[in-house]
């Protein structure tokens, strides 16, 4: 699903570091599941945690196979103004799927007239809904923030954090305190990487690749955007290459 921040393009390339010595029956963890363009490549025990009820609720009722409608411009401003007259789950729906770029509620995506003829952004959501919604059964999705969200013990725990610096999310974002849960993790057993473009200096960076992005590290928004995505883990995990 076009989420703001998706790391869809590159995640094959990030999960072949993550997976690489993931033990049977291992859960994988993301705390910020977002638009679950990363938890969709996994297979086995695997938990996405969101901070957004109204996206946790989408994920879990498109799970027990719910079919979103069509929303037409009208209905999309009565749910971003009355979200408490209607289900989370559509809420979640109309503030990523029908929002352009995937940015809670950051605009009407519809229908388009473009060069090459008209584009139906929600057809796109729809259909890539479809293909994506097979490959999401079996994660249980919760609704918690980062720090609240109970993980087993062991895990393989993938971070994807709104990037200090970048255009906002739905709420405000402590990145002081995030990366003392990260310190405070990889100390307690978890194996946890980090997607951003910077980290403190007690964190090494495992892996990085440009890319363009609707995201960038100057903070502004728009397409075409050049950034150094990065991995990062803490330097406690660092034994045998990357944390082995």
Same mark, same amino acid.
């Given at each position: 699903?076009?989420?703001?921040?998706?790391? +869809?393009?590159?995640?094959?390339?990030?999960?072949?570091?993550?997976?690489?010595?993931?033990?049977?029956?291992?859960?994988?963890?993301?705390?910020?599941?977002?638009?679950?363009?990363?938890?969709?490549?996994?297979?086995?025990?695997?938990?996405?945690?969101?901070? +957004?009820?109204?996206?946790?609720?989408?994920?879990?009722?498109?799970?027990?196979?719910?079919?979103?409608?069509?929303?037409?411009?009208?209905?999309?401003?009565?749910?971003?103004?009355?979200?408490?007259?209607?289900?989370?789950?559509?809420?979640?729906?109309?503030?990523?799927?029908?929002?352009?770029?995937?940015?809670?509620?950051?605009?009407?995506?519809?229908?388009?007239?473009?060069?090459?003829?008209?584009?139906?952004?929600?057809?796109?959501?729809?259909?890539?809904?479809?293909?994506?919604?097979?490959?999401?059964?079996?994660?249980?999705?919760?609704?918690?923030?980062?720090?609240?969200?109970?993980?087993?013990?062991?895990?393989?725990?993938?971070?994807?954090?709104?990037?200090?610096?970048?255009?906002?999310?739905?709420?405000?974002?402590?990145?002081?305190?995030?990366?003392?849960?990260?310190?405070?993790?990889?100390?307690?057993?978890?194996?946890?990487?980090?997607?951003?473009? +910077?980290?403190?200096?007690?964190?090494?960076?495992?892996?990085?690749?440009?890319?363009?992005?609707?995201?960038?590290?100057?903070?502004?928004?728009?397409?075409?955007?050049?950034?150094?995505?990065?991995?990062?883990?803490?330097?406690?995990?660092?034994? +045998?290459?990357?944390?082995?």
């Amino acid at each position: 699903m076009k989420y703001m921040g998706s790391k +869809n393009r590159i995640a094959k390339k990030i999960l072949s570091i993550i997976l690489e010595e993931r033990k049977d029956g291992q859960f994988y963890v993301e705390p910020f599941v977002g638009g679950a363009n990363m938890i969709d490549k996994v297979t086995g025990n695997r938990i996405g945690g969101e901070f +957004n009820n109204y996206v946790a609720s989408m994920w879990i009722e498109l799970q027990k196979g719910i079919t979103p409608p069509t929303i037409t411009r009208d209905e999309y401003k009565d749910i971003k103004d009355n979200k408490e007259n209607h289900p989370a789950w559509l809420v979640g729906w109309a503030g990523i799927a029908c929002s352009y770029s995937g940015k809670w509620f950051g605009g009407f995506a519809g229908e388009v007239k473009t060069r090459e003829g008209i584009r139906d952004y929600q057809a796109e959501a729809h259909k890539n809904l479809k293909k994506q919604i097979e490959n999401l059964k079996g994660v249980k999705f919760i609704s918690s923030s980062y720090d609240e969200l109970d993980i087993p013990a062991c895990s393989l725990v993938y971070c994807d954090p709104p990037y200090e610096g970048t255009t906002g999310y739905k709420d405000t974002f402590n990145h002081v305190e995030f990366w003392d849960w990260c310190r405070k993790m990889s100390k307690e057993g978890h194996k946890v990487f980090i997607s951003e473009y +910077n980290a403190p200096v007690d964190f090494v960076e495992v892996w990085s690749q440009e890319v363009s992005s609707s995201l960038s590290a100057n903070g502004k928004s728009g397409k075409n955007k050049k950034s150094i995505e990065k991995l990062f883990i803490h330097n406690s995990q660092l034994k +045998n290459g990357h944390g082995g």
